[in-house]
């Protein structure tokens, strides 16, 4: 479904005569400062509770039903997918890549000045980062969800909502990339992940906090982010490309790292220990596969901090030597989408290598 809402209407009431009520809104308002496109995909934020558990239920318009759209700001929405981000496949990643270069493609009246697309949490942290791999424009993206259902009291999803919007069609944001708003932050795609599974404020950038921070009157950007330069946009091959993540802990062996191969991996994310260590046998299998073409990245298991390769005996400068290319401050499933993207656009392994340690 798509559709249009005016400016600063307070979106309180559903169903067919809401769709009326909305329409008669947006012929009566003055030229609007900004028009904001919202995306939706699915998520807690589009769920309620069904027989088998939480299920993406709500489209686009019932999402905006509670939302108070920001004074002179024109929403218009489309209703992408209704799924759990959880089963999202790489070439729902790549849909999502493609509306957004349709959407800012428009000219004249349908022009958009910036896209909040709403989203599961689960793996926002992946979509938010092809977006932003991929991102040429002035012009912001801003992913959101919330943490509660829409049929709960408490529900988080209209506040998020509101505030993306708000933060979509600020000035301040423009040059920002792709972002994430969620619980009054302003967080950056790049390095951003799920550290909480149920409180509110789901989401943290490795090495730092929020850019900047949105309430109900006003946006404030605190750090502009030094932007790579675009990566070229994912085709089809994204889609089936095989990238697997491989943790490491006491006694772990090589054969998950073989099986990946055999299952078709052209890339492994290595989690490995502390600030990115395995062992010796890892080691060994990361030489070998590297001399086979496969590309290994080495990331950490640990939820904050730099990959740094320091240690021998299988540690991280070995692994470095075996040929693995170090994450930095790339959470693991955002190294593997960085990966999967390179791989799919038909360069040889050392140019992936040399290209990934460019975006991290
Ligand atoms: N917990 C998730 C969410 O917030 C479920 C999902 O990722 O779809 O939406």
């Known amino acids: 479904m798509t559709g249009t809402l005016g400016s600063g209407f307070p979106a309180v009431v559903g169903g067919a005569e809401a769709e009326e009520l909305r329409s008669s809104a947006t012929t009566e308002r003055r030229a609007p400062r ?14 309620r509770r069904a027989g088998a558990g939480l299920v993406a239920t709500d489209g686009a318009f019932d999402v905006l039903g509670e939302v108070q759209v920001p004074p002179d700001v024109e929403v218009e ?19 999502l890549s493609d ?13 958009v000045d910036g896209i909040v697309i709403t989203h599961g949490t689960d793996t926002l942290e992946e979509s938010a980062i092809l977006l932003d791999l991929v991102h040429d424009d002035r012009r912001p993206v801003v992913l959101t969800g919330a943490q509660r259902p829409a049929d709960a009291a408490d529900t988080d999803g209209p506040r998020n909502l509101s505030h993306a919007i708000a933060v979509a069609a600020a000035p301040e944001a423009r040059g920002l990339g792709v972002a994430i708003c969620f619980a009054g932050e302003i967080l950056r795609a790049k390095g951003t992940r799920k550290v909480q599974t149920s409180d509110l404020s789901a989401f943290d950038t490795l090495g730092s906090g929020a850019i900047g921070h949105v309430d109900d009157r006003r946006v404030r950007i605190h750090v502009r982010p030094v932007r790579s330069q675009p990566l070229a946009l994912p085709t089809e091959r994204f889609d089936h490309v095989r990238v697997d993540v491989v943790a490491m802990y006491p006694g772990a062996d090589d054969r998950l790292l073989r099986a990946a191969v055999d299952a078709g991996a052209r890339g492994i994310v290595i989690a490995g220990s502390g600030i990115g260590n395995a062992n010796p046998t890892i080691a060994a299998t990361v030489a070998e596969l590297t001399a ?29 030597r075996a040929g693995a290319v170090v994450a930095e401050f790339l959470p693991a ?18 140019s992936v290598r040399s290209r990934f340690t460019d975006h991290v």
Not at 34 to 47: D, E, K, M, Q, Y
Not at 99 to 111: K, S
Not at 333 to 350: C, E, K, N, T, V
């Open 34 to 47: 900004a028009r904001v496109l919202v995306l939706t995909t699915g998520g807690t934020i589009s769920s």
């Open 77 to 95: 929405y489309v209703d992408l997918m209704r799924v759990g981000s959880y089963q999202m496949r790489l070439a729902d990643l790549r849909a």
């Open 99 to 111: 509306a957004v270069i349709e959407a800012f493609a428009r000219t004249g009246r349908q022009a």
């Open 292 to 320: 086979a073409g496969v590309v290994v990245a080495l990331s950490t298991r640990v939820s904050d901090g730099p990959v740094i390769p320091l240690y021998g005996n299988g540690g991280g400068a070995d692994l470095v």
């Open 333 to 350: 499933f955002q190294a593997r989408i960085l990966l999967a993207l390179l791989l799919s656009s038909g360069q040889p392994p050392d």
